[in-house]
């Protein structure tokens, strides 16, 4: 355990607020200051498990002026702990950014591990997990999408992709343009309530969610297509 000024990444639960190691709630009750994508969530977490440390934002659009002035409280010997809405800071998330100028700044990172949804995701699909690849938020326009779905599928190792619920119709339409009609896993809203996991072909997916409007946060794994073979 590092002592002194530090930043500590600390992954939180992705859902149940249960999901969370002793060591991070350890850390996220002696740090000076943590540093929350979303204060209003996170003072949830907080205040269930009683920990009254002072938080503020740090997200998407805080500018190098808020990681300046984070960079300058763990110099002076701050012990600052940096959380993401859910899961670990870095992945597909703004803390990336604050890492890489702690670590240029020649200061301490610690890494206090923790829920995944893309592992928890994977494991879940009983697809290939030796080889994957994790690629976060495929773009937005469809002629990027599918040209990424195209590199992914040419990879030939299981693919793991975050997608937001009104997008995801249209993601599972150049699934299947791209892939072919191949089993894959559909995961939402994993630890909450409503968690449900579909392993089916792209076709039954895509007939279910045009019946079904698409609802939380979901991940898509994808199959590993081998040389030769056409997903079919």
Do not use: W
């Not at 999408?145 to 995801?168: F, K, Q």
């Not at 191949?182 to 939402?188: H, L, N, Q």
Request: hydrophobic residues 40%; aromatic residues 4%.
């Amino acid at each position: 355990m590092t002592s002194g000024g530090t930043l500590r990444v600390v992954a939180t639960p992705i859902g149940n607020l249960q999901d969370i190691s002793l060591r991070a709630l350890d850390a996220l009750r002696t740090a000076d200051l943590i540093a929350c994508e979303d204060t209003r969530r996170t003072t949830i977490l907080l205040t269930a498990h009683g920990i009254t440390t002072p938080a503020t934002s740090y997200h998407a659009y805080s500018g190098p002026g808020k990681a300046r002035r984070l960079v300058e409280e763990v110099r002076g010997g701050k012990r600052v702990a940096l959380v993401s809405d859910a899961g670990l800071p870095g992945i597909s998330d703004p803390g990336t950014a604050l890492v890489q100028a702690v670590i240029e700044a020649g200061l301490p990172v610690e890494v206090i591990p923790g829920p995944s949804a893309s592992l928890m995701a994977l494991v879940l699909s009983g697809l290939p997990t030796d080889r994957f690849t994790f690629e976060g938020f495929l773009p937005i326009k469809p002629g990027p999408r599918r040209r990424r779905l195209e590199a992914l599928r040419a990879g030939g190792r299981t693919a793991v992709v975050y997608e937001s619920p009104h997008r995801l119709r249209k993601t599972l339409d150049d699934i299947e343009a791209v892939y072919g009609d191949v089993g894959m896993a559909c995961c939402r809203e994993l630890t909450k309530q409503f968690e449900e996991t579909r392993r089916e072909p792209v076709s039954r997916l895509r007939t279910h969610f045009a019946a079904h409007a698409p609802r939380g946060e979901f991940v898509l794994v994808l199959p590993p297509i081998r040389q030769g073979h056409d997903g079919q």
